[in-house]
């Protein structure tokens, strides 16, 4: 063997040994990969099937609330009519009838009266009840031998509390002849004894059927258990005991019902959760052991490769090329054509984005919908592709909760919720998000950490004297990206006209030139003091960085994005304040006339205008304070060209009668449920109707196109 061969076979051995050590860290590296993806897997999935419980619980829970609700307001609306026929007992049969006549969800009720309290009828408890086959309401009396009214737990439990009470489900043998539960309250007489007990039987026939429906998973079931521990139900009738989980098979989720203290509960094989993910395991051990083939192939085709200089030249090379990719990709999802609305004269806007790498992780975006300018500005913790990646999120979130939503605090809440979520590298985004009303103009704004926005006044007042460059008034808000749950605040002005917006990233504030000086806010505010429009003022600040910096590196992102105000805003012409008092209610005819005068409307138009105000504003002035209170409604009338605006506010709970379904008016009024008419009405009537929560006050807006 020659000298040359032996060296060839040295080097051969050590690049064995050398792509034996790579294989061997591989296959270490992918099984730590591998048990990391396992932990984070099953934890995310466990998560999500919390989440899918306890929404099937909260649903359900609605469900049973909504029929206890119904059953208890039965009995409360009929007290006063109980306690007007204590004074003649044969009488006394209508209430219990009335009660189960006037509520589809109650099966039964009775009035017992409490033994000795009529001489007449010592014992006497007549009881109404639907047949369940013909519909009809039979009567029957409970006070005999075999039932001894008087020792039930739903005629104790109410006289013992001195309120209404849930009794323990039970199988009414001699009542009602079914599963069911009973709520009753005590009727008192004039001097305030307790004369009688009423109650509203519902059946439980429909909670299986409800429970059986509440299955987040093919495998999952529900039980109810009442507040004693009685199991009541269990969709899976093989599992009719207490579930044990202490041996990890399976996940138990519960929920309360509150009035009944019923326990919902859902039941959740593990196999259920982690089927499709062991599946997907035994994929990945099967594509590791191939991705460990291929690596001893690739080491042993790189040790006699002698191309490899020119082979990472070339994979350089289209790193660079997909950079450069990449960065026109990232600059094409920001709006660049200016103007951008040529259309328009009442908004002059311009902005600019200059990376200091290949991909950067500034941002900003702006676009109009229903007349208002929604826009923000933004700047991603960190460099490079991560950067890039993350700015290309946050802007995506905001084109699609924005479409939804107008309150900035609203929008940067839902965004900071959504990135925070699963933000497993701990990045953020100081965010600036505004909401401008084109017609008013109004400007409402959220600063997620964001250096303030600045305001150059372009009042009539400053011509002579020159603009007034201010920062806008900021509210200490965290980034986007750091923690669910924040309560992001949300501030407002109003822009007069010539009024510019000037919004930046810190790349322009921290730029430093070659003495590590940086360029400041001071200078930033003196270039800024000349007259100028959107694409002046963002042509005089890059001049005055470039200038300040020279030939020292750009070590940061510079974003600027400026809006110049160009439109007369239109002024609240109308105005009425009332207070939560419906005599009140009258004095809105004569505002709607005033108003109808100016606009010179027809007589019709007038009234149908008026009726919608008056629905609008007697729902507020019913519902907005809690009895008793004192409350202001105010009523705000913008008039337009070709619209008329009322803007309905008052301070009450949070309500938003936007969610309340229409109801549906081809049913008889016997069919038809309650409440939906008066806001089926308005939205009738209005070509727009939309709700907002605004600084703890409730904003119904009503709009009608003329």
């Known amino acids: 063997m020659s000298k040359t061969e032996k060296t060839e076979k040295k080097i051969l051995g050590k690049s064995a040994r050398a792509g034996l050590l790579v294989v061997v860290i591989a296959i270490v590296t992918l099984e730590a990969t591998s048990i990391i993806q396992y932990v984070y897997s099953q934890r995310g999935i466990k998560e999500e099937a919390s989440q899918r419980a306890q929404s099937e619980l909260q649903g359900a829970t609605n469900k049973i609330m909504d029929i206890v609700n119904q059953a208890e307001g039965a009995v409360v609306n009929s007290m006063w009519v109980a306690e007007w026929c204590l004074e003649n007992p044969d009488s006394l049969m209508r209430v219990p009838q009335r009660v189960v006549e006037l509520n589809p969800v109650v099966v039964g009720s009775t009035i017992a009266m409490v033994p000795g309290y009529s001489k007449k009828y010592p014992l006497y408890s007549p009881y109404a009840t639907r047949n369940m086959k013909t519909g009809k ?19 104790i439990q109410p006289i013992a509390r001195g309120e209404g009470y849930w009794s323990e489900p039970y199988f009414d043998e001699g009542g009602g002849d079914m599963l069911m539960t009973t709520f009753s309250m005590p009727v008192k007489d004039l001097n305030g004894k307790v004369a009688a007990i009423l109650t509203a039987d519902i059946s439980l026939e429909w909670l299986a059927d409800l429970m059986e429906h509440t299955k987040p998973y093919p495998n999952s079931y529900s039980t109810v258990t009442s507040r004693s521990g009685l199991l009541m139900m269990c969709t899976d009738t093989t599992k009719y005991t207490t579930t044990d989980t202490t041996d990890g098979s ?4 519960s929920a309360p019902v509150v009035h009944t203290d019923w326990t919902l509960s859902i039941v959740i094989p593990e196999d259920d959760l982690f089927a499709g993910m062991r599946r997907v395991g035994m994929v990945v051990k099967i594509l590791q052991i191939l991705g460990i083939v291929m690596i ?4 042993r085709l790189i040790a006699k490769n002698q191309m490899k200089y020119k082979k990472l030249n070339t994979q350089k090379e289209l790193i660079q090329n997909e950079l450069r990719i990449a960065h026109d990709i990232q600059m094409s999802l920001i709006p660049k054509t200016f103007p951008a609305f040529p259309k328009r004269t009442d908004l002059d806007i311009a902005a600019c984005i200059v990376p200091a790498k290949e991909v950067g992780g500034d941002l900003y975006d702006f676009y109009i919908r229903d007349e208002k300018l929604f826009f923000c500005i933004g700047d991603v913790s960190g460099k490079g592709v991560p950067a890039a990646l993350v700015m290309t999120v946050t ?15 609203k929008i940067v809440s839902a965004m900071n919720d959504s990135m925070a979520e699963k933000n497993e590298n701990s990045m953020f985004v100081t965010f600036f998000c505004g909401v401008l009303d084109l017609v008013t103009g109004q400007l409402r704004y959220c600063n997620a950490g964001h250096n303030p926005a600045l ?5 009539e007042s400053m011509v002579v004297t020159g603009s007034t460059v201010s920062r806008l008034p900021m509210e200490s808000n ?35 030139n070659a003495a590590f000086e940086l360029f400041g806010e001071e200078r930033l505010v003196a270039t800024l003091g000349t007259k100028r429009n959107a694409q002046g003022q963002i042509d005089a600040t890059r001049a005055a960085v470039n200038s300040f910096v020279g030939d020292a590196p750009q070590n940061d992102d510079i974003t600027v994005l400026v809006i110049h105000y160009l439109a007369t805003p239109v002024k609240q012409e109308r105005h009425l304040i009332l207070h939560n008092d419906i005599q009140q209610i009258p004095q809105l005819a004569d505002f709607m006339e005033t108003i109808a005068e100016e606009k010179n409307l027809n007589q019709s138009l007038c009234m149908s205008l008026n009726l919608a105000l008056e629905e609008a504003v007697t729902n507020v002035i019913l519902y907005a304070y809690p009895d008793g209170a004192d409350g202001l409604v105010d009523i705000e009338a913008v008039l337009r060209e070709h619209s008329l605006e009322f803007i309905i506010s008052d301070s009450g709970v949070p309500f938003d009668p936007t969610t309340v379904p229409d109801a549906d008016t081809t049913l008889s009024a016997d069919e038809r449920a309650i409440g939906g008419l008066g806001i089926h009405l308005v939205r009738q009537i209005m070509d727009e109707v939309r709700y907002q929560r605004l600084n703890d006050k409730n904003q119904l807006t009503l709009i009608k196109n003329i």
């Open 478 to 512: 965290i980034p986007l990206g750091l923690d669910t749950g924040f309560s992001f605040k949300e501030q407002e002005i109003f822009l007069d006209y010539e009024d510019t917006l000037f919004l930046y990233t810190d790349g322009v504030t921290e730029a430093e």
């Open 455 to 459: 305001r150059v006044s372009g009042s």
């Open 250 to 253: 399976v996940l138990c989720y």
């Open 395 to 409: 802007q995506s979130l905001f084109r699609a909760i924005s479409s939804r939503e107008y309150g900035p605090a």
């Open 137 to 155: 309401i039979e009567t029957r009396s409970l006070a005999t031998e075999s039932y001894d009214y008087p020792s039930q737990e739903w005629f």
């Open 296 to 299: 001893i192939v690739i080491l």
